[in-house]
T-cell receptor
Framework: DAKTTQPPSMDCAEGRAANLPCNHSTISGNEYVYWYRQIHSQGPQYIIHGLKNNETNEMASLIITEDRKSSTLILPHATLRDTAVYYCIVRPSTGTASKLTFGTGTRLQVTL | EAQVTQNPRYLITVTGKKLTVTCSQNMNHEYMSWYRQDPGLGLRQIYYSMNVEVTDKGDVPEGYKVSRKEKRNFPLILESPSPNQTSLYFC?????????????FGQGTRLTVV
């Protein structure tokens, strides 16, 4: 499985965009990039995923570089409720594809 | 409302006393799994099930059992709990084994074994 690298923590002012980077330089061609977040000790929550194109949904945008070695999750207008640990996960497309391998993630603190 | 429900949310038990943590989903998902979360170690998969009567070990299965007699339920059984199983446990479900699916997680069960 491709390994991901994320900064351990980031701060963001409320109302500003939060840009969370993820490095996955060993990603293979058929592996997807997924983002989940965990608010306090609640169950992880799905945010978004993509293969090579940029993706957007009601929660966030995902920008994947052309070489697919890194990606950025963008929360366009962060609120205090977005304070959480954000996990970038690369999922294999074969075998135990539904297994999610969580790293240590990025702890995002949104402040007033 | 689509959800994964775990019970109990909190449990304190003594070493060796068998316990079961229940997990139920209302989305008709085929795939279900259990994770444990420990400080500094992140979430690790314990067991998973691809469908009724089909289960397999994850990364840390020792000391746990599971069963999948019905599609909606996937209980986690600790036959003889030990203090090193003190952890935060999450059940998750998704449509299947394909990559293009999101997983839904329960709210967690905080287990303390004394």
């Amino acid at each position: 499985d491709a390994k991901t690298t994320q900064p351990p923590s980031m701060d963001c002012a409320e109302g500003r965009a939060a840009n969370l980077p993820c490095n996955h330089s060993t990603i293979s061609g058929n592996e997807y990039v997924y983002w989940y977040r965990q608010i306090h000790s609640q169950g992880p929550q799905y945010i978004i995923h993509g293969l090579k194109n940029n993706e957007t949904n009601e929660m966030a945008s995902l920008i994947i570089t052309e070489d697919r070695k890194s990606s950025t999750l963008i929360l366009p207008h962060a609120t205090l409720r977005d304070t959480a640990v954000y996990y970038c996960i690369v999922r294999p497309s074969t075998g135990t594809a539904s297994k999610l391998t969580f790293g240590t993630g990025t702890r995002l603190q949104v402040t007033l | 409302e689509a959800q994964v429900t775990q019970n109990p949310r909190y449990l304190i038990t003594v070493t060796g006393k068998k316990l079961t943590v229940t997990c139920s989903q209302n989305m008709n998902h085929e795939y279900m799994s259990w994770y444990r979360q420990d400080p500094g170690l992140g979430l690790r998969q314990i067991y998973y099930s691809m469908n009724v009567e089909v289960t397999d070990k994850g990364d840390v299965p020792e000391g746990y059992k599971v069963s999948r007699k019905e599609k909606r339920n996937f209980p986690l059984i600790l036959e003889s709990p030990s203090p090193n199983q003190t952890s935060l446990y999450f059940c998750a479900s998704s449509w299947g084994m394909t990559v293009n699916t999101e997983a839904f997680f329960g709210q967690g069960t905080r287990l303390t074994v004394v």
